[in-house]
């Protein structure tokens, strides 16, 4: 067996988003974005420059790439002049793309119904139900082991969320019993929700997608989402049931209120409940609405 030599560049790279504790996925896209940037030079690159990553994001925008892969791409070679190369004054000359506002895509609880009864087989049916039920991110969804299920407070414990956060997420009786359903069934010993393909580890985000997309098809929501719609629909769903923002805020393990705020704008009921000022004029010449 061979092993591929790691340049020092990239060995010093890696220690540094190590000792930064930067989640496995985020080094992936951070690295594979420095090594796109040096093959479109043909050069390593500690010998690009700061023009040269202005001329490779005009690239980008011109061949048709969203804003979010720019700022990906952004993100790594930030990271990698900043921190690896020690310039300081890279966050500021390294420009991120300003990227369009879109309003979540969300789901009725409906159709939620239809998802979760869709689901193929009784693991996929837990896992879709905790992901709703508790307002979990699909990887943290997967990735929940039996003892993370505390039913005595009723709370379900996330460790290492987004920002290597960990947190407590709510668990409603209804969820319990679904997850004890499963359990009665698999009586999983340390993941919740094992992957068949790989001993002592959980499915895999690519494995629950495939269910996801299996149970929306056969749910027939006649529309394309990811499974972090669940997510987005629970907050949203909350919103109309007249829960208190802030409180989805912790619900959702959200740092800045301003995130949790996004679902305002797509929560139908909040904007049937706010009653137009033009509702309350009073015109002279026609007598007032009954």
């Not at 540094?16 to 940037?37: E, W």
């Not at 790594?76 to 369009?100: C, H, K, N, W």
């Given at each position: 067996?061979t092993?591929?030599?790691?340049?020092?560049?990239?060995?010093?790279?890696?220690?540094?988003?190590?000792?930064?504790?930067?989640?496995?996925?985020?080094?992936?896209?951070?690295?594979?974005?420095?090594?796109?940037?040096?093959?479109?030079?043909?050069?390593?690159?500690?010998?690009?420059?700061?023009?040269?990553?202005?001329?490779?994001?005009?690239?980008?925008?011109q061949?048709?790439?969203?804003?979010?892969?720019?700022?990906?791409?952004?993100?790594?070679?930030?990271?990698?002049?900043?921190?690896?190369?020690?310039?300081?004054?890279?966050?500021?000359?390294?420009?991120?793309?300003?990227?369009?506002?879109?309003?979540?895509?969300?789901?009725?609880?409906?159709?939620?119904?239809?998802?979760?009864?869709?689901?193929?087989?009784?693991?996929?049916?837990?896992?879709?139900?905790?992901?709703?039920?508790?307002?979990?991110?699909p990887?943290?969804?997967?990735?929940?082991?039996?003892?993370?299920?505390?039913?005595?407070?009723?709370?379900?414990?996330?460790?290492?969320?987004?920002?290597?956060?960990?947190?407590?997420?709510?668990?409603?009786?209804?969820?319990?019993?679904?997850?004890?359903?499963?359990?009665?069934?698999?009586?999983?010993?340390?993941?919740?929700?094992?992957?068949?393909?790989?001993?002592?580890?959980?499915v895999?985000?690519?494995?629950?997608?495939?269910?996801?997309?299996?149970?929306?098809?056969?749910?027939?929501l006649?529309?394309?989402?990811?499974?972090?719609?669940?997510?987005?629909?629970?907050?949203?769903?909350?919103?109309?049931?007249?829960?208190?923002?802030r409180?989805?805020?912790?619900?959702?393990?959200?740092?800045?209120?301003?995130?949790?705020?996004?679902?305002?704008l797509?929560?139908?009921?909040?904007?049937?409940?706010?009653?137009?000022?033009?509702?309350?004029?009073?015109?002279?010449?026609?007598?007032?609405?009954?």
């Amino acid at each position: 067996m061979t092993t591929l030599a790691i340049s020092p560049l990239r060995h010093r790279m890696i220690e540094d988003m190590t000792i930064r504790r930067l989640a496995p996925g985020t080094q992936a896209h951070y690295l594979a974005a420095v090594a796109k940037f040096a093959q479109y030079f043909g050069k390593s690159p500690d010998r690009l420059t700061y023009e040269d990553v202005r001329t490779y994001q005009l690239h980008l925008v011109q061949s048709g790439a969203s804003e979010r892969s720019v700022n990906r791409m952004t993100s790594g070679l930030r990271f990698f002049y900043q921190v690896t190369m020690g310039l300081r004054d890279a966050p500021s000359r390294i420009a991120r793309a300003r990227e369009s506002e879109k309003l979540r895509q969300v789901l009725t609880p409906d159709e939620v119904a239809r998802l979760i009864e869709a689901a193929p087989g009784p693991k996929y049916r837990a896992a879709l139900c905790v992901a709703y039920g508790a307002g979990l991110r699909p990887s943290e969804a997967i990735a929940l082991k039996v003892a993370d299920i505390d039913k005595d407070r009723m709370v379900i414990r996330i460790e290492d969320g987004k920002g290597r956060r960990d947190r407590l997420a709510q668990l409603s009786p209804r969820v319990l019993a679904e997850l004890r359903a499963w359990w009665k069934i698999a009586q999983p010993r340390v993941f919740l929700f094992p992957s068949r393909m790989a001993a002592f580890d959980h499915v895999s985000y690519r494995q629950f997608n495939r269910a996801f997309q299996t149970a929306a098809t056969a749910a027939e929501l006649g529309k394309s989402v990811s499974p972090h719609v669940l997510r987005h629909s629970f907050a949203t769903h909350l919103l109309d049931q007249g829960t208190d923002i802030r409180v989805i805020q912790v619900l959702l393990g959200h740092k800045k209120l301003e995130t949790t705020a996004i679902y305002a704008l797509v929560s139908p009921k909040l904007l049937q409940n706010a009653v137009s000022p033009f509702e309350r004029l009073v015109f002279n010449d026609r007598p007032a609405p009954p």
